[in-house]
T-cell receptor
């Protein structure tokens, strides 16, 4: 069974700060996902990565397969970045299917 | 495209009642999923489907049933509702072309908040 641990659980920062959210997992995976859950509850996929680094606007996601660790960074943070950020890992089910195991999320609050 | 839609948004049930949570997607995705999200916990997979007519259990299937008669719709049925089923339910879909590496980037619906009293 794969366990996904995120840290910190809660993070409050001032607008403009550089934000880092961490994710560790316990067994081999095929991909790691970062998702954003808005205050209203909707969930949006931000990144899916299996190696290296991806960048989208002010968001950067990195993964280290050997260390079983990923980070999500937000540069020049803004109050609209306030949300819960969820890490999830893909690993195999039977018959070639895969499932996601989710972390419990990091609640980020950016203060103007 | 509307993406993944779910109805209702909110519902209160009494113990022992039954209901169906509706989920539809218009992206022609072959895979569909039902999750529940409890406070302080990660999303848990209830059931999933890899195509019309094919469904399988996830981690927490007890007390639920699903069907997938068409690509677009994937309803979740609760029989004999219990307080332990109070949760937020998310439907999701993804496109995984047969014979190719799994993509598994999932698109989520807005959720249904269910309370069982």
């Amino acid at each position: 069974k794969n366990e996904v641990e995120q840290s910190p659980q809660n993070l409050t920062a001032q607008e403009g700060e550089f934000i880092t959210i961490n994710c560790s997992y316990s067994v081999g995976i095929s991909a790691l996902h970062w998702l954003q859950q808005h205050p209203g509850g909707g969930i949006v996929s931000l990144f899916m990565l299996s190696s290296g680094k991806k960048k989208h606007g002010r968001l950067i996601a990195t993964i280290n397969i050997q260390e079983k660790h990923s980070s999500l960074h937000i540069t020049a943070s803004h109050p609209r970045d306030s949300a819960v950020y969820i890490c999830a890992v893909s690993h195999p089910l039977d018959f070639g299917n895969e499932k996601l195991t989710f972390g419990t999320g990091t609640r980020l609050t950016i203060i103007p | 495209n509307a993406g993944v839609t779910q109805t209702p948004k909110f519902r209160i049930l009494k113990i022992g009642q039954s209901m169906t949570l509706q989920c539809a997607q218009d992206m022609n995705h072959n895979y569909m999923y039902w999750y529940r999200q409890d406070p302080g916990m990660g999303l848990k997979l209830i059931y999933y489907s890899v195509g019309a007519g094919i469904t399988d259990k996830g981690e927490v299937p007890n007390g639920y049933n699903v069907s997938r008669s068409t690509t677009e719709y994937f309803p979740l049925r609760l029989e004999l509702a219990a307080p332990s089923q109070t949760s937020v339910y998310f439907c999701a879909s993804s496109y995984n072309p047969p014979g190719q590496p799994k993509n598994n980037e999932q698109f989520f619906g807005p959720g249904t908040r269910l309370t069982v009293l």
